[in-house]
């Protein structure tokens, strides 16, 4: 049974930091694509990044050079730390691994 676990989120001011993890068991990490996306109060799921499982990365243009993607194929653990942040960046955050997604874990950003 595929697990992802979500934890990092929570309540910061504009400007500041946040990593999230997502920890996953039951799946074979290392060979799997990862990802994170956001959906904002009243939007639609979008994605924010993805790391294959050779390391490449895609990032949405609204986090370029603020967001940076990364794994620990060790751990089974993909990661996302988020810089710089916005009251815009406000939403609930998911990663995925391969086709399982995570339960979602809220980030707010006050102004």
């Known amino acids: 049974q595929v697990q992802l676990v979500e934890s990092g989120g929570g309540l910061v001011q504009a400007g500041g930091s946040l990593r999230l993890s997502c920890a996953a068991s039951g799946i074979i990490f290392s060979i799997s694509a990862t990802g994170w996306y956001r959906q904002p109060p009243g939007k639609q799921r979008e994605l924010v990044a993805h790391?294959?499982?050779?390391?490449?990365?895609i990032y949405a243009d609204s986090v370029k050079g603020r967001f940076t993607i990364s794994r620990d194929n060790a751990k089974n653990t993909v990661y996302l730390q988020m810089n710089s942040l916005k009251p815009e960046d406000t939403a609930v955050y998911y990663c995925t691994v391969s086709t399982f997604w995570g339960q979602g874990t809220q980030v707010t950003v006050s102004s």
């Open positions: 790391i294959s499982s050779g390391g490449r990365t």
